[in-house]
């Protein structure tokens, strides 16, 4: 029904920078929110950042002033632009949407991307 593709993961140096992109497709009627989480071995899946349709944005305090996420509610498409990477932001970063599909109905689905592994080391 719904897909989110991720892209942009990658290795780069401490100090570095990168953009993870999410595009959600299928029967979609509207996205509420949609956000970053990011996963590391033995550890629970944890938010990064989230962004509602009206554009209100949270993030975990680790990445304040170093991350910022962004949408387009036209396209349904999500970025996490990363800045001033450090080693333990290492992870697999995963999209998230919180999903409408009908307009007569209210219900919201979430909806998770596969996943793409973000290596931050010299």
């Known amino acids: 029904q719904v897909q989110l593709v991720e892209s942009g993961g990658g290795l780069v140096q401490p100090g570095g920078s990168l953009r993870l992109s999410c595009a959600a497709s299928?029967?979609?009627?509207?996205?509420?929110?949609m956000g970053w989480y990011r996963q590391t071995p033995g550890k629970q899946r944890e938010l990064v950042a989230a962004?509602?349709?009206?554009?209100?944005?949270n993030y975990v305090d680790s990445v304040k002033g170093r991350f910022s996420i962004s949408r387009d509610n036209v396209k349904n498409t999500a970025s996490l632009q990363m800045n001033s990477l450090k080693p333990e932001n290492t992870a697999v970063y995963y999209c998230?949407?919180?999903?409408?599909?009908?307009?007569?109905?209210?219900?919201?689905?979430?909806?998770w991307g596969q996943g793409t592994q973000v290596t931050v080391s010299s």
């Open positions: 299928g029967s979609i009627f509207s996205i509420n929110t």
């Open positions: 998230h949407a919180r999903v409408r599909l009908r307009p007569w109905a209210a219900k919201e689905y979430n909806y």
């Open positions: 962004i509602t349709s009206g554009d209100s944005t």
